[in-house]
C-alpha cells in the first residue's frame, strides 16, 4: 500500500510544484499556494467520487467487425492497455457435436400431455411473465426432472417413471412448454488440437467445454422424440423464457495463439464458424480483462425457429431480465493505469496543460505495454520536477502528504465497478441497446430490477473487514444514465439481500444485526430512505407474502462485540404496512451453526403458495449436543447434523410460521419441492417422494438411480421442535 500512496504522491507533487513555482512568478494578489492546492484537491475529490457513475452516451450503437484482421488488433490493443491475458491456444477450438442423446422409455403408456386443469405450483421466479429453467418442473400431470445424465418424465398420479432420456453430456436445467422439453447441458470436448486442463507458456488452460440445447417432443411421453439439437462452444450462462422464445446465453474465452483469435463454431443441424462480420462489439467500451464470445440464441417454443447474435464481452456474471430486456452485469476492477490517466485527466492536466501532449504521445503509441505506459508517464515526471528547486519541491511534499493518503483511499473505494449491458429483446430478436455503469459490485439478480423503463440496482463498495464498506442504490433511464441514487448506507455492512416490489426496495445489510431498509423509489430522480429495522440475524432471500408483509430466510446471529457469529437458520415475516417503521411479526429458528438451506442461495428451492397456507424449505439442521461443552458451548461452536430433508410449515401473519412436519430422503438432500392439486413432491437427486398436502402422509415414492446411502434421518413428527 505504501508503494501505491507513493506512486499517487509523486502524481499530487506535480501538481504542487507548478504552484510552487508559481509563487515566484505571480503578484502577491494572487491566492495563496494553500488555496491553490485546496481547489485542486477539491477538484480531484470531486471526481473521485464520481468516479464509478459512467453513463451511456445518449444513442450508444453496436458494431461489427469488418475482417479477421479488425478483431485480432481490437484484442491486441486491449490487451495492451489493460495489462490482461487471453487464453491462449494451441489449435482450433472446439470439435463439432458428439451425436444425438439417446431416448429410453420404461413404460408403455402412450397418453399425450395435456395442460392439466389441476392446480400445480410453478418455478418460483423473480419476474412475472419471465420463466426461469430448473432441475423440476411440471405441467400439472407429468414432472419433468434432471437428474445426473438424465432427464426423467414422471407419472404424477401414479407416482412413477414414464420414460428416461439419457444424455452424453450432463443435462443442467430445463424449460417445458406446449409438449416440448427443453434441456440446456454441457459437456466436456476432447480436441486433439487444444490442451485443456494444463499449463501453457504460463497459462492455466481450463478445459474445453460445449453447451447443447436439446429439444424434445413428450405429447407421448413414454416415447420423447428428439426434435432440435444446437451445440455451442463454451460453458452455458443462463437462459430465460418470455412471449413464446427462450433466450439462452453462453459463454466462450476467446482462445489467442500468436496474438490470433480463435473463431468460435455453432451446430445446429450442420456447422458454422461465425465470422467476424457477424460479432458485434461497442467499439468504445474500455478494455476487459478477460474477453468473452457471448452468445445469445433465441428460439421460438412454437416453430423452434433460431436466432443466434454472438458479442465479445468481457465475462458476464449475473443476468436479470424483464419480459422485453435482459441485463448481463460484471464487476469490472479499475487499474493502475486506468488510476493514473485519471488522475491526469481531472487534476493534472487542467493545471499543467505543457504535460498533456506528452502524455498523447505516449497513450497513441499501440505498441507500449501497460509497464511501459507507466515507466514512460515516470520519465515525464521525473523530467518535469528535476526542473524544479529543491526547497519548491520540500515544501510542496510536506504540506500534501496527509491529503495524498486521503486521496488514495477514496481512490480505493472505487476500485469496483458493476458494468451492466443491456439487450434488447423484441419477437426473438437480440440487439446490445446500451451499456453503463454504476461504483461497487452486485450480489445477484435480486439485486436489480426494471420498472417503468428505469433500471434499479444495489451494489456494495469496500470490504467489511476493512472497515470501508458501503452500500447504495442507482436508478439508471433507458439508455442506463445514473438518474437517482441514495448512497452511503449502512457504513462497514455489505448487502446480504434485496428484494424490488414496484416503487419499493427492500434491502438487508448485516455486520452485527440485521437492518431491513425500506427505500422509496416512486420518484426516480429522487429515490429515498422511509425507515428501516434492526433485529438480530439477517436474511439471504426475501420473498414477498402481500402486499404489506414480506418473507425473510437466513440466520440468526450472536453478538460478538465488534461482528457477529451467525447460528442457526432464522425464519422472519416483516409488516411494512407503516413503510416508516418496518416490523417483524413473527420469526421462527431451526437449529444451531451449522444448519443450512439450499434456499439461501437458490431461489428455486423456496415453495411459497399464500392461497395454500404453504411455505416448504429445504433444510440441513444441526445441533450442539450440551455434553459435548460441559462449561456450555461457544457462539462460535457447530453443531452435528442431526436431519436433512424438508421442513413443512403453514404460515399467516396472525399465526406466524408453524411447523406442520418434515419429510425425508433417507441422508439425501432435498433440492426442490412442488405440488399438483393435494399432494406435496419433494425432489433429491435419486428420489421423488409424494405426501398428502392434508396430512403429510406418504402416498408414494420412486428411485431414480441406485441410492448410494444407506444412513437415515428420522422425519420429524408434527410435534417436534426444530
Same mark, same amino acid.
Given at each position: 500500500?505504501?508503494?501505491?500512496?507513493?506512486?499517487?504522491?509523486? %502524481?499530487?507533487?506535480?501538481?504542487?510544484?507548478?504552484?510552487?513555482?508559481?509563487?515566484?512568478?505571480?503578484?502577491?494578489?494572487? #491566492?495563496?499556494?494553500?488555496?491553490?492546492?485546496?481547489?485542486?484537491?477539491?477538484?480531484?475529490?470531486?471526481?473521485?467520487?464520481?468516479?464509478?457513475?459512467?453513463?451511456?452516451?445518449?444513442?450508444?450503437? !453496436?458494431?461489427?467487425?469488418?475482417?479477421?484482421?479488425?478483431?485480432?488488433?481490437?484484442?491486441?490493443?486491449?490487451?495492451?492497455?489493460?495489462?490482461?491475458?487471453?487464453?491462449?491456444?494451441?489449435?482450433?477450438?472446439?470439435?463439432?457435436?458428439?451425436?444425438?442423446?439417446?431416448?429410453?422409455?420404461?413404460?408403455?403408456?402412450?397418453?399425450?400431455?395435456?395442460?392439466?386443469?389441476?392446480?400445480?405450483?410453478?418455478?418460483?421466479?423473480?419476474?412475472?411473465?419471465?420463466?426461469?429453467?430448473?432441475?423440476?418442473?411440471?405441467?400439472?400431470?407429468?414432472?419433468?426432472?434432471?437428474?445426473?445424465?438424465?432427464?426423467?418424465?414422471?407419472?404424477?398420479?401414479?407416482?412413477?417413471?414414464?420414460?428416461?432420456?439419457?444424455?452424453?453430456?450432463?443435462?443442467?436445467?430445463?424449460?417445458?412448454?406446449? &409438449?416440448?422439453?427443453? @434441456?440446456?447441458?454441457?459437456?466436456? @470436448?476432447?480436441?486433439?488440437?487444444?490442451?485443456?486442463?494444463?499449463?501453457?507458456?504460463?497459462?492455466?488452460?481450463?478445459?474445453?467445454?460445449?453447451?447443447?440445447?436439446?429439444?424434445?417432443?413428450?405429447?407421448?411421453?413414454?416415447?420423447?422424440?428428439?426434435?432440435?439439437?444446437?451445440?455451442?462452444?463454451?460453458?452455458?450462462?443462463?437462459?430465460?423464457?418470455?412471449?413464446?422464445?427462450?433466450?439462452?446465453?453462453?459463454?466462450?474465452?476467446?482462445?489467442?495463439?500468436?496474438?490470433?483469435?480463435?473463431?468460435?463454431?455453432?451446430?445446429?443441424?450442420?456447422?458454422?464458424?461465425?465470422?467476424?462480420?457477424?460479432?458485434?462489439?461497442?467499439?468504445?467500451?474500455?478494455?476487459?480483462?478477460?474477453?468473452?464470445?457471448?452468445?445469445?440464441?433465441?428460439?421460438?417454443?412454437?416453430?423452434? !425457429?433460431?436466432?443466434?447474435?454472438?458479442?465479445?464481452?468481457?465475462?458476464?456474471?449475473?443476468?436479470?431480465?424483464?419480459?422485453?430486456?435482459?441485463?448481463?452485469?460484471?464487476?469490472?476492477?479499475?487499474?493502475?493505469?486506468?488510476?493514473?490517466?485519471? @488522475?491526469?485527466?481531472?487534476?493534472?492536466? $487542467?493545471?499543467?496543460?505543457?504535460? +498533456? !501532449?506528452?502524455?498523447?504521445? %505516449?497513450?497513441?503509441?499501440?505498441?507500449?505495454?501497460?509497464?511501459?505506459?507507466?515507466?514512460?508517464?515516470?520519465?515525464?515526471?521525473?523530467?518535469?520536477?528535476?526542473?524544479?528547486?529543491?526547497?519548491?519541491?520540500?515544501?510542496?511534499?510536506?504540506?500534501?502528504?496527509?491529503?495524498?493518503?486521503?486521496?488514495?483511499?477514496?481512490?480505493?473505494?472505487?476500485?469496483?465497478?458493476?458494468?451492466?449491458?443491456?439487450?434488447?429483446?423484441?419477437?426473438?430478436?437480440?440487439?446490445?441497446?446500451?451499456? /453503463?455503469?454504476?461504483?461497487?459490485?452486485?450480489?445477484?439478480?435480486?439485486?436489480?430490477?426494471?420498472?417503468?423503463?428505469?433500471?434499479?440496482?444495489?451494489?456494495?463498495? /469496500?470490504?467489511?473487514?476493512?472497515?470501508?464498506?458501503?452500500?447504495?442504490?442507482?436508478?439508471?433511464?433507458?439508455?442506463?444514465?445514473?438518474?437517482?441514487?441514495?448512497?452511503?448506507?449502512?457504513? &462497514?455492512?455489505?448487502?446480504?439481500?434485496?428484494?424490488?416490489?414496484? $416503487?419499493?426496495?427492500?434491502?438487508?445489510?448485516?455486520?452485527?444485526?440485521?437492518?431491513?431498509?425500506?427505500?422509496?423509489?416512486?420518484?426516480?430522480?429522487?429515490?429515498?430512505?422511509?425507515?428501516?429495522?434492526?433485529?438480530? &440475524?439477517?436474511?439471504?432471500?426475501?420473498?414477498?407474502?402481500?402486499?404489506?408483509?414480506?418473507?425473510?430466510?437466513? +440466520?440468526?446471529?450472536?453478538?460478538?462485540?465488534?461482528?457477529?457469529?451467525?447460528?442457526?437458520?432464522?425464519?422472519?415475516?416483516?409488516?411494512?404496512?407503516?413503510?416508516?417503521?418496518?416490523?417483524?411479526?413473527?420469526?421462527?429458528?431451526?437449529?444451531?451453526? /451449522?444448519?443450512?438451506?439450499?434456499?439461501?442461495?437458490?431461489?428455486?428451492?423456496?415453495?411459497?403458495?399464500?392461497?395454500?397456507?404453504?411455505?416448504?424449505?429445504?433444510?440441513?439442521?444441526?445441533?450442539?449436543? #450440551?455434553?459435548?461443552?460441559?462449561?456450555?458451548?461457544?457462539?462460535?461452536?457447530? /453443531?452435528?447434523?442431526?436431519?436433512?430433508?424438508?421442513?413443512?410449515?403453514?404460515?399467516?401473519? !396472525?399465526?406466524?410460521?408453524?411447523?406442520?412436519?418434515?419429510?425425508?430422503?433417507?441422508?439425501?438432500?432435498?433440492?426442490?419441492?412442488?405440488?399438483?392439486?393435494?399432494?406435496?413432491?419433494?425432489?433429491?437427486?435419486?428420489?421423488?417422494?409424494?405426501?398428502?398436502?392434508?396430512?403429510?402422509?406418504?402416498?408414494?415414492?420412486?428411485?431414480?438411480?441406485?441410492?448410494?446411502?444407506?444412513?437415515?434421518?428420522?422425519?420429524?413428527?408434527?410435534?417436534?421442535?426444530?
Amino acid at each position: 500500500m505504501e508503494e501505491k500512496i507513493a506512486a499517487l504522491f509523486g %502524481i499530487v507533487i506535480v501538481v504542487s510544484a507548478f504552484f510552487a513555482a508559481a509563487i515566484q512568478l505571480k503578484p502577491v494578489s494572487e #491566492p495563496s499556494i494553500e488555496e491553490k492546492l485546496a481547489t485542486s484537491y477539491n477538484t480531484l475529490i470531486s471526481f473521485i467520487k464520481n468516479a464509478g457513475n459512467k453513463t451511456a452516451e445518449p444513442e450508444i450503437k !453496436e458494431v461489427t467487425f469488418e475482417s479477421y484482421s479488425a478483431l485480432a488488433t481490437f484484442l491486441k490493443e486491449r490487451k495492451s492497455n489493460y495489462g490482461g491475458g487471453f487464453y491462449p491456444s494451441t489449435g482450433t477450438p472446439f470439435a463439432s457435436a458428439t451425436g444425438s442423446p439417446k431416448m429410453l422409455a420404461t413404460t408403455a403408456q402412450t397418453s399425450a400431455v395435456t395442460e392439466s386443469s389441476t392446480d400445480y405450483s410453478r418455478t418460483n421466479i423473480q419476474v412475472e411473465g419471465v420463466d426461469e429453467p430448473d432441475i423440476v418442473k411440471t405441467d400439472g400431470k407429468y414432472i419433468y426432472k434432471v437428474s445426473d445424465k438424465s432427464v426423467y418424465i414422471l407419472s404424477s398420479d401414479p407416482l412413477s417413471i414414464v420414460s428416461r432420456i439419457a444424455f452424453n453430456g450432463r443435462p443442467n436445467n430445463i424449460f417445458i412448454s406446449e &409438449g416440448k422439453v427443453f @434441456v440446456f447441458g454441457s459437456k466436456t @470436448v476432447p480436441n486433439e488440437n487444444r490442451v485443456s486442463g494444463a499449463m501453457v507458456d504460463d497459462y492455466w488452460i481450463p478445459e474445453s467445454y460445449e453447451t447443447f440445447l436439446s429439444v424434445y417432443d413428450v405429447s407421448n411421453p413414454s416415447e420423447p422424440k428428439l426434435l432440435k439439437e444446437i451445440s455451442l462452444p463454451g460453458n452455458y450462462f443462463d437462459a430465460r423464457m418470455a412471449k413464446g422464445y427462450i433466450y439462452a446465453v453462453v459463454n466462450q474465452y476467446v482462445n489467442m495463439k500468436d496474438d490470433q483469435p480463435d473463431l468460435p463454431i455453432v451446430t445446429s443441424g450442420s456447422e458454422e464458424t461465425i465470422q467476424p462480420e457477424k460479432i458485434a462489439y461497442f467499439p468504445d467500451d474500455s478494455p476487459a480483462y478477460n474477453y468473452q464470445y457471448t452468445f445469445i440464441i433465441s428460439l421460438n417454443t412454437d416453430t423452434l !425457429e433460431e436466432q443466434k447474435r454472438v458479442f465479445l464481452l468481457g465475462s458476464g456474471q449475473t443476468l436479470y431480465s424483464s419480459e422485453e430486456n435482459m441485463y448481463i452485469v460484471s464487476t469490472k476492477y479499475t487499474t493502475e493505469l486506468e488510476l493514473t490517466k485519471a @488522475v491526469f485527466e481531472k487534476a493534472i492536466f $487542467p493545471t499543467i496543460p505543457s504535460l +498533456k !501532449e506528452k502524455l498523447e504521445e %505516449i497513450d497513441n503509441n499501440k505498441n507500449i505495454s501497460t509497464s511501459g505506459r507507466l515507466a514512460s508517464y515516470q520519465k515525464v515526471f521525473t523530467d518535469y520536477l528535476s526542473s524544479l528547486l529543491p526547497e519548491d519541491r520540500k515544501t510542496i511534499e510536506n504540506l500534501i502528504e496527509k491529503k495524498t493518503r486521503d486521496v488514495f483511499n477514496e481512490l480505493e473505494k472505487q476500485r469496483e465497478r458493476t458494468l451492466i449491458r443491456k439487450i434488447s429483446l423484441r419477437n426473438g430478436n437480440v440487439e446490445l441497446t446500451a451499456e /453503463g455503469e454504476v461504483p461497487g459490485r452486485v450480489l445477484n439478480q435480486f439485486s436489480m430490477d426494471e420498472f417503468e423503463y428505469n433500471f434499479r440496482i444495489a451494489t456494495t463498495t /469496500g470490504e467489511v473487514w476493512s472497515g470501508n464498506s458501503e452500500n447504495h442504490l442507482y436508478v439508471l433511464d433507458s439508455k442506463l444514465n445514473i438518474v437517482g441514487k441514495i448512497e452511503g448506507l449502512a457504513p &462497514g455492512e455489505k448487502i446480504y439481500s434485496a428484494r424490488f416490489m414496484g $416503487p419499493k426496495a427492500y434491502i438487508v445489510t448485516f455486520k452485527k444485526v440485521d437492518p431491513l431498509f425500506v427505500l422509496d423509489l416512486s420518484n426516480p430522480t429522487a429515490p429515498k430512505v422511509l425507515g428501516k429495522l434492526k433485529i438480530p &440475524g439477517y436474511s439471504d432471500y426475501l420473498h414477498p407474502y402481500d402486499e404489506t408483509h414480506l418473507i425473510g430466510i437466513g +440466520k440468526d446471529a450472536s453478538d460478538a462485540g465488534n461482528f457477529a457469529w451467525y447460528q442457526g437458520l432464522k425464519l422472519s415475516l416483516f409488516d411494512v404496512s407503516d413503510l416508516e417503521n418496518p416490523k417483524e411479526v413473527a420469526n421462527f429458528k431451526i437449529g444451531d451453526r /451449522g444448519s443450512e438451506s439450499e434456499a439461501l442461495h437458490d431461489h428455486k428451492a423456496f415453495l411459497f403458495d399464500r392461497q395454500k397456507n404453504l411455505l416448504v424449505l429445504p433444510v440441513s439442521v444441526a445441533k450442539i449436543n #450440551p455434553e459435548d461443552y460441559p462449561n456450555g458451548a461457544q457462539a462460535n461452536a457447530y /453443531g452435528h447434523t442431526v436431519f436433512t430433508g424438508a421442513y413443512v410449515f403453514s404460515l399467516n401473519p !396472525e399465526d406466524g410460521f408453524v411447523l406442520r412436519g418434515s419429510i425425508s430422503h433417507l441422508q439425501n438432500q432435498i433440492h426442490r419441492s412442488l405440488y399438483i392439486g393435494n399432494t406435496l413432491y419433494t425432489v433429491s437427486d435419486n428420489m421423488v417422494k409424494a405426501n398428502s398436502l392434508l396430512d403429510l402422509k406418504e402416498t408414494g415414492s420412486t428411485k431414480l438411480a441406485a441410492d448410494a446411502y444407506t444412513t437415515s434421518y428420522p422425519e420429524l413428527p408434527v410435534s417436534a421442535g426444530a
